[in-house]
């Protein structure tokens, strides 16, 4: 146990469980920051008094929710300006957007150290799929953006290869960096009870076999490639359905229905929407295997989720842990098109019991040495303490 407690802020645009993996990532974060000295605060962009605050277990400076996605927030950076000497490090989750520039200006001001976590956005995979917004990026990457990360105590990537796809993206691309791995912690309270709340929940999958997808539904995330493939298999598997289980902020739910409607399948295909807490958890209990098509992730922590379930995992090789995958043999791995996604059915469904029951028992190694929380958090902590003694990573 480190005797030295460090006061760290983590900033971030919101808190909202439907954004994403940057806010799971730091709920799980704070348990393993407790575990080796660092007092955990946030300052986000919320309206102070949401119900999903209470959620968090540390304190949320909350200054207020704005209206553009870009979050400018003369709140935040007064907040920033007057209370960042108050800690010993400052973190910055994400990038491209106001809070980020607010905090680099206060940190500095301050004389206090900065770190930041891009959480895969500077991955190429957005540059080939949205040039228009590349192009408007490009400007805001030379005034703003880019000096956060030039100025950084550090950019933590989560992978190695997050890490060296991150400069393909922009241009310039000095700054200094280190891996820390994400992970999380195994859940909390009875496998079975949460299971049997699970299924009461969605009474329709009791006694059935099910694919699980528990992810936003969002292009980036190959749910088109999911539910054509399942369509594509699904009359040799009468037995088995899919989930598709996560919030929808794009709308895309309706055209995935409409086309396993005109598939024949939509009955065998279920939405129970995002789900939390022991509703989640009882989901990894009760599915066959988790599958994850996406295009891009840079960590993809609902792996790391599923793993610490037992449940095996299915997922594409534009996710940048599918090599831990493949190493510790904890599913399968194939390329993030239609015809991939089916040969990841395919593999698991030929599977016999013995050979699941195989890979379910090296879930547990592997979630000990991939994915556990307290590692990322001293990962992290000591981080810090180089930045704040000035003994910083070497430039890449």
Known sequence: MHTSPIRLLHVIHDLSPAAGGPQENLLQLSKGYREVGVELEVLSLDTAGSPYLGRYPFPVHAVGAVKSTFGYSAAARRWLQQNAKNYDAVIIDGLWQYPGIAARKAARSAGVPYLVFPHGMLDPWFRKRYPLKHLKKLIFWRLFQYPVLRDAACVIFTTEAERELAPQSFSPHTWKSAVVSLGTSRPEGEPGAQREAFLTASPALRGRRFLLFLSRIHEKKGCDLLVKAFCSIAAQHPGLDLVVAGPDPDGLRPGLEAVAKERGFADRIHWPGMLQGDLKWGAFHAAEVFILPSHQENFGIAIAEAIACRLPVLISNKINIWDYVTEDGTGFVEEDT?????????????????????????????FEKRFSMRNCALGVRSLVEAAMVGARPSPR
């Open 338 to 366: 239609e015809a991939g996604t089916v040969r990841l059915m395919e593999r698991w469904l030929v599977l016999s019991a013995g050979e699941r029951a195989a890979i379910i028992e090296r879930t547990d190694a592997s």
